[in-house]
C-alpha cells in the first residue's frame, strides 16, 4: 500500500471484495484515546458512525481488546447501533467473545492465580516503591496502571513484575501505561487467526497501537502465507512505536483512525 503511486481511494484501505473482508481493530489508543482515567475512555464519535457504515458492507468487524467485553461495550456504545448487528468482540486479549447477534457474552474461568495475586499484588507493589499504581482487577487479568508514577520508577517495574507473572504462571503483558498480569493461552493473534477462519475472510484489515496488537501483526504475515490478503495499520503514538515499521498504513492516533475509516466508508459509497 506504500512505494508506487496509487489513486487515493487506492490508498486508503482494499476496496475490491469487500464483503470478503475482516476489519479488526484495537480498542484504546486506536479507536479510543488514551485517557488519564481508563474508566473514562470512549470511542471516537465519527469512529462509530463509520463502522456503523462499514459494518453494512464489510463481510465482518471485530474488535480484539485488552478490556473485557463489558467494559468495551459500556465505553464504545456498540449496541443496538444500525450497521453493527453483526459486530463481534473479543475481550481480555481472546479470552472472552460476544457477538452483536445473540448479545450472549462468553469468558473462560477465572484461574485461582489470579485471585491469589489479587490480594498480594498491592504488597508487593508497595514493595517494590509502587504502592500508589491503582491496580484494576479485570477478572482473567490484574493491570497495573502507571500513569503518574515517577518514570524512573516505570522503568524498574517491569522486570520484578515478570518475574511475579513466572512465580503464578500468569505472562506479563506490558502496554501504554499499563502493565498487565494475565492468564494466558490465547493472545490477540490466536483471536484474529479464529475470526478470520469463521468467516472465511479473504481480506483482513487489522489496527493496533501498542505490544499487545504485534501478536495480531504477526497473525496477519502468518495469513499472508497462506494466501489472505494483509493490510496493517498502525495508531502511532509517542508512547509506543514498535508497530510503525510493519505497518502498511501509519497514522497519528485516534483521531486520524477515524478520518481514515469515515474515507473507507466514503471510498466504498456506504
Ligand atoms: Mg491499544
Given at each position: 500500500?506504500?512505494?508506487t503511486?496509487?489513486?487515493?481511494?487506492?490508498?486508503?484501505?482494499p476496496?475490491?471484495?469487500?464483503a470478503?473482508?475482516?476489519?479488526?481493530?484495537?480498542?484504546?489508543?486506536?479507536?479510543?484515546?488514551?485517557?488519564?482515567?481508563?474508566?473514562?475512555a470512549?470511542?471516537?464519535?465519527?469512529?462509530?458512525?463509520?463502522l456503523?457504515?462499514?459494518?453494512t458492507?464489510?463481510?465482518?468487524?471485530?474488535?480484539?481488546?485488552?478490556?473485557?467485553?463489558?467494559?468495551?461495550?459500556?465505553?464504545?456504545?456498540?449496541?443496538?447501533l444500525?450497521?453493527?448487528?453483526?459486530?463481534?468482540i473479543?475481550?481480555?486479549?481472546?479470552?472472552?467473545?460476544?457477538?452483536?447477534?445473540?448479545?450472549?457474552?462468553?469468558?473462560?474461568?477465572?484461574?485461582?492465580?489470579?485471585?491469589?495475586?489479587?490480594?498480594?499484588?498491592?504488597?508487593?507493589?508497595q514493595?517494590?516503591?509502587?504502592?500508589?499504581?491503582?491496580?484494576?482487577?479485570?477478572?482473567?487479568a490484574?493491570?497495573?496502571?502507571?500513569?503518574?508514577l515517577?518514570?524512573?520508577?516505570?522503568?524498574?517495574?517491569?522486570?520484578?513484575?515478570?518475574?511475579v507473572a513466572?512465580?503464578?504462571?500468569?505472562?506479563?503483558e506490558?502496554?501504554?501505561?499499563?502493565?498487565?498480569?494475565?492468564?494466558?493461552?490465547?493472545?490477540?493473534?490466536?483471536?484474529l487467526?479464529?475470526?478470520?477462519?469463521?468467516?472465511?475472510?479473504?481480506?483482513?484489515?487489522?489496527?493496533?497501537?501498542?505490544?499487545?496488537?504485534?501478536p495480531?501483526?504477526?497473525a496477519v504475515d502468518?495469513?499472508?502465507?497462506?494466501?489472505?490478503?494483509?493490510?496493517?495499520?498502525?495508531s502511532?503514538s509517542?508512547?509506543?512505536?514498535?508497530l510503525?515499521?510493519r505497518?502498511?498504513l501509519?497514522?497519528?492516533?485516534?483521531?486520524?483512525?477515524?478520518e481514515?475509516?469515515?474515507?473507507?466508508?466514503?471510498?466504498?459509497?456506504?
Amino acid at each position: 500500500m506504500s512505494g508506487t503511486p496509487h489513486a487515493a481511494s487506492e490508498t486508503i484501505a482494499p476496496l475490491d471484495d469487500p464483503a470478503g473482508t475482516l476489519l479488526a481493530l484495537d480498542f484504546d489508543g486506536t479507536l479510543a484515546h488514551i485517557v488519564d482515567d481508563p474508566a473514562r475512555a470512549y470511542v471516537h464519535p465519527e469512529s462509530i458512525a463509520a463502522l456503523g457504515r462499514l459494518g453494512t458492507i464489510l463481510g465482518g468487524i471485530t474488535i480484539i481488546t485488552g478490556r473485557p467485553v463489558a467494559q468495551a461495550l459500556e465505553l464504545g456504545g456498540f449496541e443496538g447501533l444500525r450497521g453493527l448487528e453483526r459486530l463481534t468482540i473479543h475481550g481480555q486479549y481472546g479470552a472472552e467473545h460476544w457477538d452483536a447477534a445473540s448479545t450472549q457474552a462468553l469468558s473462560a474461568q477465572r484461574p485461582t492465580e489470579i485471585s491469589t495475586l489479587a490480594e498480594r499484588l498491592p504488597g508487593i507493589l508497595q514493595q517494590l516503591g509502587a504502592g500508589a499504581a491503582r491496580i484494576e482487577d479485570k477478572g482473567l487479568a490484574l493491570a497495573v496502571h502507571t500513569r503518574g508514577l515517577d518514570a524512573e520508577l516505570i522503568g524498574h517495574l517491569e522486570r520484578p513484575l515478570r518475574q511475579v507473572a513466572d512465580d503464578f504462571g500468569l505472562r506479563l503483558e506490558p502496554g501504554r501505561q499499563v502493565i498487565e498480569l494475565r492468564s494466558g493461552t490465547v493472545d490477540k493473534g490466536t483471536a484474529l487467526r479464529q475470526v478470520v477462519a469463521d468467516l472465511q475472510a479473504r481480506t483482513v484489515v487489522f489496527a493496533g497501537d501498542d505490544l499487545g496488537d504485534l501478536p495480531a501483526f504477526d497473525a496477519v504475515d502468518a495469513l499472508r502465507a497462506d494466501g489472505v490478503r494483509g493490510v496493517l495499520v498502525c495508531s502511532a503514538s509517542a508512547e509506543q512505536d514498535a508497530l510503525v515499521s510493519r505497518s502498511d498504513l501509519v497514522l497519528q492516533g485516534p483521531d486520524a483512525v477515524a478520518e481514515w475509516l469515515t474515507g473507507w466508508a466514503d471510498a466504498l459509497g456506504v
